[in-house]
């Protein structure tokens, strides 16, 4: 059994209160930050990064080969006061952006707990039409925290898109398979050069079909 428990680069992780823990989709090539794509147009992206492996199941197919383990100056949030601290910086970036956000989760880390689910289930009430999320997780379907994920995406289909991290063809579930997968599904845009970013692209939030991700 792996002895890893959390990232490689412990002086990585920081408070929340270090610093903004939603970082511009301008910082990241990958992302972008103005979203272009239909659904969601016009919203600004950003992007929350926790600490992989600590807040992620063991179960997680990458827990050795995470990506994360070549992100050695990547900042990762701690989970203590980080909800208190997500809220105060949403309400702030809704006053400045006034079509709204889309937040990326995550890009390292997972959902940690059935309550960090059910934050982020009282920001998207909290700003109806305007707060926009989407991710991927390794959280297995018939745990709580899967099947909490999956309430919130039937409370909140136009605004809620968690992909589950597995190879799997759509079969009612969002699913984002690896590069050997060869079931029915697309292969990222954004990997392939047809698109410059996800702020562009928008397929993973916007259908249902299994995407594909080349290795990192």
């Not at 910082?27 to 600004?44: D, E, P, T, Y």
């Not at 589950?164 to 398979?177: C, E, L, M, P, V």
């Not at 079931?183 to 990222?188: A, E, H, L, Q, V």
Request: net charge positive; glycine share 6%; hydrophobic share 30%.
């Amino acid at each position: 059994m792996s002895k890893l428990t959390t990232t490689r680069y412990k002086k990585s992780i920081k408070s929340p209160y270090a610093g903004r823990v939603l970082k511009p989709g301008s910082n990241n090539k990958k992302l972008g930050f103005n979203v272009k794509a239909n659904k969601w147009r016009g919203k600004r992206l950003y992007s929350l990064t926790l600490t992989e492996r600590a807040t992620c199941p063991k179960s997680c197919h990458h827990w050795e080969t995470c990506f994360g383990n070549n992100m050695p100056f990547a900042h990762r949030f701690k989970t203590e006061g980080l909800e208190a601290k997500l809220r105060q910086e949403i309400d702030q970036l809704m006053a400045k952006h006034t079509k709204g956000i889309v937040v990326r989760l995550h890009v390292l880390g997972d959902f940690y707990s059935v309550e960090y689910v059910e934050f982020w289930a009282s920001m998207l009430q909290r700003w109806p039409n305007r707060l926009a999320v989407f991710g991927y997780t390794a959280r297995e379907p018939h745990t709580a925290i899967g099947k909490r994920i999956a309430d919130v995406e039937q409370a909140y289909p136009d605004y809620w898109a968690i992909r589950q991290s597995r190879s799997k063809a759509y079969d009612g579930t969002r699913y984002a398979a690896s590069e050997e997968f060869e079931g029915d599904c697309f292969t990222c845009p954004e990997q392939t050069g047809k698109l410059d970013s996800c702020a562009d692209c928008g397929l993973c939030w916007s259908v249902t079909k299994t995407v594909k991700f080349l290795t990192h």
